[in-house]
C-alpha cells in the first residue's frame, strides 16, 4: 500500500480540520516537496497544530516524518517528460498568464499609483515566497526616493501592522489570500480603506475592498513553488508606472 493509498483509508478518521489538510494534499501532493509546515498550513487555512495532528493520525510523529515519505512516494510516482516539450509547455503557459495583463483591474491600479504618490508612510508586507515581489516594491520605490516600511514575515509584520494609521497605505502581496494564518497575527478584515491586497486567487478567503487579483492562479497550482515570477512582472509595471507619474509634476 502506498502512501496516497494509506491517506485515503483514514479519510474517516480525520477530524473536520484535519479534512482539510487531507483534500489539499489529495489535491496537491507536490505542495509537500517545497513547502514547510507553516506553508503547508497557510495553504490548508488551519494551524501548523493541525498539520501535525493529521500526520499522526497517519501514524507518523510529525511533519517531517510525513513529508520524508511522502518525497520518496513522488519520486517513485514521477513519469519522466521530455525537457524539450516540458520547456515549451512551460513557455507557453507563462506567456499566456503574461497576455492576460490587461484584464488587471486598471481603476483600481491607478488608484493605488496616485496613493503611493500622495501617502507619506507606506507599509508594505510579503510573507513566505511573497516576500520577493514585496522586497522589489521595496528596492524599487526606495530607487525613486520613496522610502516604505517592510516585513517579511508573520511575527515581525505583528509589530509593525500596530504602527499603522488610518491615513498609511499598507500593500500586502499573497499569492492564495489566505486568512487564517493572517488572523491570527493581525486582523486585515477591518482594514481601511487604504489597504491594498495584489493576490493570484481570484476567490481569496481574505475579503479585502481594494484587491488587485493578477492572472496566473492555475499555473501556480501546477508549479512546485509559488508564481512569484507573475507578481514580479507586475511590481515593474507598477514602478513604471508610477514613474512616469512623477515625470508630468
Known amino acids: 500500500m502506498n502512501l496516497m493509498e494509506t491517506i485515503h483509508l483514514h479519510k474517516n478518521d480525520f477530524s473536520k480540520t484535519e479534512h482539510k489538510v487531507y483534500d489539499y494534499i489529495v489535491q496537491n501532493p507536490t505542495a509537500i516537496e517545497t513547502a514547510t509546515i507553516t506553508k503547508i498550513a497557510e495553504l490548508c487555512q488551519v494551524s501548523t497544530s493541525g498539520i ?7 501514524g507518523y510523529k510529525g511533519y517531517k516524518d510525513f513529508r520524508f515519505d511522502m518525497l520518496h512516494y513522488l519520486h517513485q ?13 512551460l513557455t507557453s503557459k507563462y506567456l499566456s498568464v503574461i497576455r492576460q495583463f490587461n484584464n488587471i ?3 483600481k491600479l491607478n488608484q493605488l499609483i496616485k496613493q503611493i504618490k500622495n501617502t507619506k508612510n507606506i507599509y508594505i508586507i510579503g510573507v513566505h515566497y ?3 515581489p514585496a522586497k522589489h516594491l521595496v528596492l524599487g520605490l526606495q530607487d525613486l526616493g ?13 509589530h509593525l501592522y500596530n504602527t499603522i494609521h488610518e491615513d498609511d497605505l499598507l500593500i500586502y502581496f499573497s499569492i492564495e489570500g489566505n486568512q487564517n494564518n493572517v488572523s491570527r497575527f493581525f486582523d ?18 481574505l ?7 493578477l492572472p496566473g492562479y492555475t499555473l501556480s497550482k501546477q508549479s512546485i ?9 507586475f511590481v515593474e509595471l507598477l514602478l513604471n508606472m508610477f514613474h512616469n507619474t512623477l515625470k508630468e509634476d
Do not use: W
Open 225 to 233: 513553488v509559488d508564481l512569484q515570477s507573475i507578481v514580479v512582472i
Open 77 to 89: 510516482e514521477h513519469v519522466e517528460v521530455n525537457p524539450e516539450n516540458l520547456f515549451d509547455e
Open 188 to 205: 486585515l478584515t477591518n482594514a481601511s480603506k487604504n489597504t491594498y491586497m495584489i493576490t493570484l486567487n481570484p476567490k481569496p478567503k
Open 146 to 158: 520613496i522610502n516604505t516600511y517592510f516585513a517579511y514575515d508573520y511575527m515581525q509584520a505583528s
Open 207 to 213: 475579503l479585502i475592498e481594494n484587491t488587485l487579483i
Open 130 to 132: 511573497s516576500s520577493l
Open 105 to 107: 483591474g486598471q481603476n
Open 52 to 58: 501535525l495532528r493529521f500526520c499522526q493520525v497517519l
